[in-house]
């Protein structure tokens, strides 16, 4: 017996972390983001609450998905597929549990999902499949399957539209300046302890690396850029390691060890920005550098830059027809639609 066809992918869930709106939002906001995790010291949430509190209780992120998602469904109309989108997040409105549910209501029966995180480990790959599961749960049986839509650390899509972010931010400064500029990319840190059973920091690397070329044939004025690692927004406890070096201290060495007066930061790890981008490195990362004189560019997140935008359309195209061709850069080759079993596993983790 020739094993049953499996239905056609009926509707694209965007899925994302979410963020408050407004000030009522953040203690609830913060409430849901801990709520699984345990011995987190109140005085963790309410430092996290008074970065909010300097931008109005508003996160930037619920805004760059829904620009995000006004772009693609655009990109989708123009080009097809035709499905209809719907958007979710983990921890605040519109959430997950109640658009999954939506989504039953509305007849979806197989869903592809796209998830705002290019990397895999256990928070930006596994702990989403998770959620998914248990958000069609709770859907009950007329819940949609779902079918994460894969990694794309190493599309070129995703390193076309970072270089691009790069490469403005270069070419903003004066041309004696831009090459002399450091460039800095950054992402999320996580402890070593999870960086050293799943692929992040390796995913990551390789795509500086793959960005980096990319932006240097955009520019045309360099033949080729460094470019250096840091990690920021560790949260765990001090005697829990993390990965680094911490992009504190990266500041502090271009300044007074390599003596540079520019540098250029890229936040190759966020999608979006976030708090994780407008406070910690519009606001402490300037602030430090103000105080050694050091002039900071910050390079844009990729948003809902066309070239990304398009990827994203790519990608469901490849899960719609097998025989499409799967684009990736670099040594890995496009990463499988199913991670492997082994691939970031489940840990406890004490970080907000």
Known sequence: MNPKTPEPYDALLLVSF??????????????????????????????????????????????????????LVAELNAHGPQLPVYWGNRHWHPLLTDV???????????????????FGSPSGCRQYREDLERARQQAGPDAPSIDKLRLFYNHPGFLEATADRV??????????????????????????????????????????????????????????????????????????????PELSNTLRHVCEVEHAEDVVVAPIGFLAENMEVVYDLDVEAQQQCDALGLNMTRAAVVGNHPRFVRMIRELIVERL?????RSALGPDGPWPDDCPSDCCPTMATSTP
């Open 100 to 118: 999954v549910r939506q989504m039953a209501d509305d007849g979806v029966r197989r869903a592809l999902a796209l998830v705002t995180s290019a």
């Open 167 to 244: 490469a403005a931010s270069l070419r903003s400064l004066p041309p004696k300046q831009r090459s002399a500029a450091p460039l800095v990319f950054t992402a999320h840190s996580i402890p070593t302890s999870m960086a050293d059973r799943c692929p992040y920091e390796r995913q990551v690397r390789q795509s500086c690396q793959l960005a980096a070329e990319q932006a240097a044939k955009i520019l045309n004025d360099r033949p080729a850029l460094s470019w250096r690692l840091a990690f920021q927004s560790r949260s765990g406890p001090p005697s829990q390691t993390w990965l680094g």
């Open 18 to 71: 979410g963020g408050p709106e407004g000030p009522d939002d953040v203690a609830p906001f913060l409430q849901n983001v801990v709520r699984d995790k345990k011995n987190i010291p109140p005085e963790r949430l309410i430092e996290v609450a008074r970065h909010y509190e300097r931008f109005d209780g508003v996160s930037p992120l619920n805004a760059q998905n829904r620009s995000l998602l006004t772009s």
């Open 321 to 325: 027809d097998p025989t499409s061709p």
